[in-house]
């Protein structure tokens, strides 16, 4: 064994019982490879250190601390209480919850701030997935340091009041796995709440253009009918419009005429006065006979 392997071999002896202490997992393997292509975790027991990418000790030690804390602090089974089923949701999810196992692991052992910092520098932090979403992806950055309360990525723009909110919600529950996942699920529905509704947006968009062009088409189709019709076409119409309005006129004279007669017919059976709910009361029963005797000399 040359000096080289020597190195490489005590390095990856280091490393692993680095990682099984600091995840608790006595199980857990560091594995090293030279392929072009990297894989961060093959499985849940294994993590894959790629030498293409990774050079630096403080890089490497930094990945084995990074996968060891989220290892540790993952609670599986509160987790899957509240995790969504949809794929994208179910990765934010999942991110917010690696967030809270980093800070944590930070919270217990400060001297791997500088390992980590320097292992994202490298990798930007870009190997997950909805990396794309660059929204999602600055959440992330921001949530990172936020908990932290110090930058371990640079250049991160802060999100909006609502976001931010939820956020001191996860700060404040950091401690309690419960409360976290519940304000962590509530974040992930605002994120793809806004997704929705811009698609919906999109959607009522599209549609009204096509309403619209719809309606135009129906214009000019009717435009063009009106121009083709003949001369005697024509009459016929403005007869049988004549006719319409002639007929409509009559009906209303008509309807007036009934009206009239019914009104008058209502008038000459009604009366304003009836005896039929009054109530009488006489003098002799809401007075004394003395006292009626002084209202009659008054």
């Known amino acids: 064994m040359n000096l080289i392997d020597y190195k490489l071999e005590l390095l990856k002896n280091c490393s692993a019982a680095t990682a099984r202490t600091l995840s608790k997992n006595k199980n857990l393997n560091i594995s090293f490879s030279n392929s072009v292509e990297d894989s961060l975790v093959s499985n849940n027991n294994d993590i894959n250190i790629n030498l293409k990418k990774l050079t630096d000790p403080l890089e490497i030690r930094g990945k084995i601390d990074y996968f060891s804390y989220i290892k540790r602090f993952f609670d599986k089974k509160i987790f899957n209480q509240f995790v969504p089923t949809q794929t994208n949701r179910h990765d934010l999810f999942r991110l917010i919850h690696n967030v809270r196992s980093l800070t944590l692991g930070i919270f217990f ?6 390992n980590i910092k320097t292992f994202f520098d490298k990798e930007g932090l870009n190997f997950y997935s909805l990396q794309s979403n660059t929204e999602i992806n600055n959440y992330i950055h921001f949530l990172l340091n936020f908990l932290l309360e110090r930058n371990i990525i640079d250049k991160v723009t802060k999100p909006k009041t609502e976001i931010v909110n939820f956020s001191k919600k996860l700060k404040y529950s950091i401690n309690d796995n419960k409360k976290f996942s519940k304000y962590s699920l509530e974040i992930v529905n605002i994120f793809f709440k806004k997704e929705k509704e811009n698609s919906i947006d999109e959607n009522l968009s599209s549609q009204s253009e096509q309403q619209d062009n719809s309606e135009e088409q129906r214009k000019v189709e009717k435009k063009e009918e009106y121009e083709l019709k003949s001369e005697s076409e024509q009459a016929e119409l403005d007869l049988l419009n004549f006719k319409e309005n002639h007929q409509s006129q ?21 009366s304003v006065f009836t005896k039929r709910f009054d109530l009488v009361a006489y003098a002799n029963n809401l007075a004394k006979k003395s006292e009626l005797n002084i209202l009659k000399k008054n």
């Open 109 to 114: 052992f400060p001297g791997s701030f500088k």
């Open 250 to 270: 009559n009906f209303e004279e008509n309807y007036s005429e009934v009206n009239k007669k019914l009104i008058k017919k209502l008038k000459s059976s009604y």
